[in-house]
C-alpha cells in the first residue's frame, strides 16, 4: 500500500508547461511511464494510467508516429495527441516529461544526418508546453532532468536524448537483415550523446540524490536483438557504465522504450550493483504475437505481447524503502513485477 505522505497534494510541481503548482520538496511516490503511441488509433490505456494518479509521467520516445520533414505535418500529428481526451486528463493528474525516439523525431532509426531535427525540436517543445525559461529552447537536443523530493528521499528524473547527436549506426550485412539490421560499431569517434550531453549528463549524476530514474528510448542492458539498442555502438553503452560508477552514482535505474514489447532486463555492468532496465512499450501499438525470435540473455522477466505502461512505486517509509519495478496492462493488471530495494542498486545505502 502506498503511503500518505501525498495525500494532501495531487502532483508535485516540475519544470513542464502543463504542470500544476503544488510543492516541489513532496517525495514521489509513483511514477508512471510509457512509450510508442500510434495517434490515429484509440489509447484507452491513458485513462487506466490517469486512474492510478501516478506522481509523475514520462514519455520516452515515439510518443507520435510521424516521420516526416514537413513540420506542418508534424505539427498536425502532435495536435492529433493532444486532443485526445483521454490524454488531457492524464495531464490534468500529472506532470508529463518527454523525450523522443525515432518516429516523433521524424525519421525511422533516425540520427544526427537527419537534417530537419532543430525544426521538429521546435515541434517537440511546443507540443509538450516547454516553460518560456527551459534551457531545452537554447541548446540543441531535448536532453532534461529534473530533483524532486527533500533530503533522503530525493529522486532525480533524467531524460536522455538518443537521437539529435547520435552518429550512423552500421548495417548488418544484407543475408542477414531479416533479423538483424545493425551490427556494432567499434568506432571510437561514433556517439550516441554527443560531447556536450556527456558533459551535461556527468555534471547531472554528480548532483545529490537517492534514487536516479535514467530514461533512454532505447534498451541499454539488453544486447542480442539485431534492431536499435546501447549495444549497436558498444564504446558509448560502456561509456555509461564507466560514468555511473566514476560518478559513484547511487541508486540508478533505466527505463526504456522502443522494442514494442514489456520486459526487465538486468546485468552487472561493473559499477557495483546491478543494473536494471525496465522497458514498455507500446501504449496502443505493442506487439500483438510472442517474439520468440528475439533473444535477451539478461531478460528476467516479460510481458509477451499486448499494450503496456510502465510503474516504478516507491515505499520511503521502510528502513530500506521497497522499489517495485512493474509493466502493467490495458486493464491496470501487473503483468511484471519486480521488488528491489533502495540498497540493492546501492554500494553506500545503510538502513
Known sequence: MRSTLLAATAVVMLACGACSTTRNDRAIQRIAFGSCLKQDKPAPIWNVIADMKPDVFLFIGDNIYADTED????????????????????????????????HDYGVNDGGADYPARDASQREFLRAFD???????????????????????????????????FRSPLKKAPAAQRAFRRYVPNPDKSATMLGDAQWQWLEKQLRQPANLRIIASSIQLVSEDPG????????????????????????????????????????????????????TSSGLNSASEFWRTYEVNRHRVATMNW??????????????????????????GDINIQRKINLSTISTTFQP
Request: aromatic share 8%.
Open 71 to 102: 513540420m506542418s505535418v508534424m505539427r498536425q500529428e502532435y495536435d492529433k495527441l493532444n486532443a485526445d481526451q483521454a490524454y488531457q486528463r492524464l495531464k490534468r493528474t500529472c506532470p508529463i516529461l518527454a523525450t523522443w525516439d525515432d
Open 306 to 331: 499486448g499494450d503496456n505502461f510502465g510503474i516504478i512505486d516507491i515505499e520511503w517509509s521502510t528502513p530500506d524503502p521497497e522499489i517495485r519495478l512493474q509493466i502493467r496492462d490495458v486493464t
Open 130 to 164: 516547454e516553460p518560456k525559461n527551459s534551457p531545452r529552447l537554447s541548446r540543441p537536443g531535448v536532453y532534461m532532468a529534473k530533483t524532486i523530493g527533500p533530503p533522503g528521499r530525493r529522486v532525480q528524473l533524467i531524460l536522455l536524448d538518443t537521437r539529435y
Open 227 to 278: 534492431w536499435e539498442k546501447w549495444a549497436n555502438l558498444p564504446r558509448e553503452r560502456q561509456q555509461l557504465f564507466d560514468l555511473i560508477k566514476k560518478t559513484n552514482a547511487q541508486g540508478v535505474l533505466i527505463l526504456s522504450g522502443d522494442r514494442h514489447i514489456g520486459e526487465l532486463s538486468m546485468m552487472d555492468a561493473g559499477i557495483g550493483y546491478p543494473i536494471y532496465d525496465l
